[in-house]
C-alpha cells in the first residue's frame, strides 16, 4: 500500500531545490516531502552536496559507526525516506511498466525487506555512496542519516 508522496519528476525537483536552484514548481508541496524526510535537526541547504575529500568513506555497511546518539528510525526518517526516494520503483505495489528498469524482487516496502537488503541500499545510496536513484541520488545530508539509520540497524 506505499506509495511515493511525490511522482517522480517532483522528487527530481526536491532535490535540486535542495542545493539551492528554484526551477521546479510546487515549492510548497516540495517543502513539505523535504520537511517529512530530513525531520527536525536537519541540516540547511548548504550542507548538501557531493562528498568532499574529508568525509568518511567506509568501505561496507558492516564498518559504518551507528552514533550512540542516533534519533533515526522508521516512523521520523526510514519510511519518509524510502517513499521520497526509492519505492517510486522498488515497491511491489509499482506496476511491473512502472519500475523504471528497478528489478522485480528488489523492494523495500516494509521494514522486514529493507533490513534484508541494508547492506546493498548502503553501498547504492548511503553516505558517499550515490548511485540511486539512478538520475540523480539524494542530498548528502540525507544519504548521511540513510547510513546511520541502516548503521543502526534500520530501528
Ligand atoms: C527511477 C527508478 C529507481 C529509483 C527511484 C531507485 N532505483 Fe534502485 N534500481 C533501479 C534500477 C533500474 C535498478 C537496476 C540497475 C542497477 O542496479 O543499477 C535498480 C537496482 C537497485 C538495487 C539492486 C542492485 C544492487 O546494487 O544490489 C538496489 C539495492 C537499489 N536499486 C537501491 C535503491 C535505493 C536505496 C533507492 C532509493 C535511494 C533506489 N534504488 C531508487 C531504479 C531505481
Same mark, same amino acid.
Given at each position: 500500500?506505499?506509495?511515493?508522496?511525490?511522482?517522480?519528476?517532483?522528487?527530481?525537483?526536491?532535490?535540486?531545490?535542495?542545493?539551492?536552484?528554484?526551477?521546479?514548481?510546487?515549492? =510548497?508541496?516540495?517543502?513539505?516531502?523535504v520537511e517529512t524526510?530530513?525531520?527536525?535537526?536537519?541540516?540547511? #541547504?548548504?550542507?548538501?552536496?557531493?562528498?568532499?575529500?574529508?568525509?568518511?568513506?567506509? #568501505?561496507?555497511?558492516?564498518?559504518?559507526?551507528?552514533?550512540?546518539?542516533?534519533?533515526?528510525?522508521?516512523?521520523?526518517?526510514?519510511?519518509?525516506?524510502?517513499?521520497?526516494?526509492?519505492?517510486?520503483?522498488? =515497491?511491489?505495489?509499482?506496476?511491473?511498466?512502472?519500475?523504471?528498469?528497478?528489478?522485480?524482487?528488489?523492494?523495500?516496502?516494509?521494514?522486514?525487506?529493507?533490513?534484508?537488503?541494508?547492506?546493498?541500499?548502503?553501498?547504492?545510496?548511503?553516505?558517499?555512496?550515490? =548511485?540511486?536513484?539512478?538520475?540523480?541520488?539524494?542530498?548528502?545530508?540525507?544519504?548521511?542519516?540513510?547510513?546511520?539509520?541502516?548503521?543502526?540497524?534500520?530501528?
Open positions: 500500500m506505499l506509495r511515493p508522496l511525490l511522482p517522480p519528476h517532483s522528487r527530481r525537483c526536491a532535490g535540486w531545490l535542495l542545493v539551492g536552484t528554484v526551477a521546479c514548481a510546487e515549492p =510548497s508541496d516540495v517543502d513539505a516531502t524526510a530530513t525531520g527536525p535537526e536537519a541540516l540547511p #541547504a548548504s550542507a548538501t552536496g557531493q562528498a568532499s575529500p574529508e568525509d568518511p568513506q567506509w #568501505a561496507s555497511l558492516a564498518t559504518r559507526p551507528c552514533p550512540e546518539d542516533s534519533y533515526l528510525d522508521t516512523e521520523n526518517f526510514g519510511r519518509p525516506f524510502m517513499l521520497s526516494w526509492c519505492t517510486g520503483c522498488h =515497491s511491489a505495489d509499482m506496476p511491473a511498466g512502472m519500475r523504471q528498469g528497478a528489478p522485480p524482487d528488489v523492494n523495500f516496502d516494509t521494514s522486514t525487506e529493507v533490513r534484508d537488503w541494508a547492506d546493498r541500499i548502503w553501498a547504492r545510496s548511503g553516505d558517499h555512496n550515490g =548511485s540511486m536513484p539512478p538520475v540523480a541520488p539524494a542530498p548528502l545530508e540525507l544519504r548521511r542519516q540513510l547510513g546511520e539509520w541502516l548503521a543502526c540497524g534500520a530501528p
